[in-house]
């Protein structure tokens, strides 16, 4: 079974700043998918960025970006020119290549609790 | 695009009653959707895989009579929890997957808050 560490339950950064966020999973499997969401406290679950295991360019999404390390199985989260909308939980999650049986579902890590201070 | 709801999104009942909750894919057909738990200040679990037109998939440790799951069309999903306790109080979650060539992204609904008497 996957599983999916996330080491840091709580990071603060001063808005405008940049973040990094961790996260390293454990697999068996040579292509998967990564996810990072972003859960603020209306607790909707949002999709920020997302990673094919076969693809080597890191995901971008406007100010979000992901360090990709498929050796060391770590997919960390960077968050430039932070605002204080970005305050939230962010879960880092992932999915299985293969469908049925619940394979396709996502496995999340236990999330960290960004707080951006004004 | 891919929004998903959910409704209701909260729920009080009383112990042994039945809750059905409704997961909608709005603005795009899934073949696929999930139902995860969520407890207070913890990551969300995985309960089960529903399928359109089959059974679902349960995870490991989730009673499949106690939490059933109907996929009657490409747009709907419902989670009945059976004779709630309130053990049973949770935050639950559903996502639509959509369709793609290499598998597609899992969208969420906001959820819904069920508190058992």
């Known amino acids: 079974a996957q599983t999916v560490t996330q080491s840091q339950p709580e990071m603060s950064v001063q808005e405008a700043e940049t973040v990094t966020l961790s996260c390293t999973y454990d697999?068996?499997?040579?292509?998967?998918?990564l996810f990072w969401y972003k859960q603020p406290p209306s607790r909707q679950m949002i999709l920020v960025i997302r990673?094919?295991?076969?693809?080597?360019q890191n995901a971008t999404e406007n100010r979000f970006s992901v360090n990709f390390q498929k050796a060391a199985k770590s997919f960390s989260l960077k968050i430039s020119d932070s605002q204080l909308g970005d305050a939230a939980m962010y879960f880092c999650?992932?999915?299985?290549?293969?469908?049925?049986?619940?394979?396709?579902?996502?496995?999340f890590g236990k999330g960290t609790h960004l707080i951006i201070q004004p | 695009g891919a929004v998903v709801s959910q409704h209701p999104s909260w729920v009080i009942c009383k112990s042994g009653t039945s809750v059905k909750i409704e997961c909608r894919s709005l603005?795009?057909?899934?073949?696929?959707m999930f139902w995860y738990r969520q407890f207070p200040k913890q990551s969300l679990m995985l309960m089960a895989t529903?399928?359109?037109?089959?059974?679902?998939?349960?995870e490991q440790g989730v009673e499949k009579d106690k939490f059933l799951i109907n996929h009657a069309s490409l747009t709907l999903s419902t989670l009945t929890v059976t004779s709630a306790h309130p053990e049973d109080s949770s935050f639950y979650i559903c996502?639509?997957?959509?369709?793609?060539?290499?598998?597609?992204?899992?969208?969420f609904g906001p959820g819904t808050r069920l508190t058992v008497l």
């Open positions: 996502s639509a997957r959509t369709s793609g060539k290499r598998g597609g992204t899992q969208y």
């Open positions: 529903s399928n359109e037109g089959s059974k679902a998939t349960y």
């Open positions: 990673q094919e295991a076969y693809k080597q």
């Open positions: 603005d795009f057909q899934a073949t696929t």
């Open positions: 697999t068996s499997e040579s292509d998967y998918y």
């Open positions: 999650a992932y999915r299985s290549p293969y469908s049925g049986g619940g394979a396709d579902g996502l496995t």
